[in-house]
């Protein structure tokens, strides 16, 4: 019986804490200010990459942490975070060399030795990136009150990796080096010039 006491009397003070935390956070009359200082431009740098393909993917990321020996209905927490991102591919024309364009003045053609397309690092979308749900015990609670917030890094992290594996099997750079070469298709052909098979680099 006395534990059963100490139950109802430990889950009263949950329940007053965070009513009193929930009255804080949205009682009516507060407002938002905005001290944050502008942003300051650090390096400009000169672009020499042909993206021409991307990818726009979605991932739940499902982490649990789990305490040995503890319910976790007492301590653990389970996290479903939603990310979307995109990711582009890319041709990086930096690494082309003057033998990497063969041209024939006589037959007017004009081959080009690309280098591998390569990925960028995933874009995710803050504004559609958020936790979904979040289930803990209740120890984990107590200490969220009283605790900074939930780092959410982690996620972050794990979505980008998951996000990344994804475009690796999309083929994403079989399709960057064929709208690429479509492209410098037509500038040839603007120029008087037919292009030949080309030759991977």
């Known amino acids: 019986m006395r534990k059963k006491w100490v139950w109802v009397a430990s889950a009263a003070v949950v329940v007053v804490v965070l009513g ?4 804080v956070r949205f009682a009516p009359g507060t407002n938002t200010i905005d001290r944050s200082q502008p942003a300051v431009l650090q390096a400009v740098r000169d672009l020499s990459e042909y993206h021409a393909a991307a990818g726009d993917f979605q991932v739940v990321v ?21 990310a979307a991102g995109s990711v582009d591919a890319y041709i990086d024309f930096r690494t082309l060399t003057a033998e990497a364009l063969t041209v024939d003045q006589e037959k007017k053609t004009v081959a080009v030795r690309l280098p591998d397309a390569q990925l960028s690092k995933p874009n995710l979308d803050n504004s559609r990136s958020y936790v979904y749900r979040q289930d803990k015990g209740l120890w984990d609670q107590l200490a969220a009150l009283v605790s900074a917030p ?6 972050y992290v794990a979505a980008e990796k998951k996000i990344s594996e994804a475009a690796q099997r999309a083929n994403l750079t079989g399709r960057a080096r064929q709208n690429t070469l479509a492209m410098l298709n037509g500038l040839f052909t603007g120029l008087g010039y037919h292009m030949t098979t080309p030759v991977k680099g």
Do not use: C
């Open 150 to 155: 939930t780092d959410q890094r982690e996620f």
């Open 20 to 23: 009193v935390v929930g009255w």
């Open 62 to 82: 499902d982490i649990e942490k789990d305490v040995s020996y503890v319910p976790s209905e007492l301590a653990g927490e389970r996290t479903l975070f939603v």
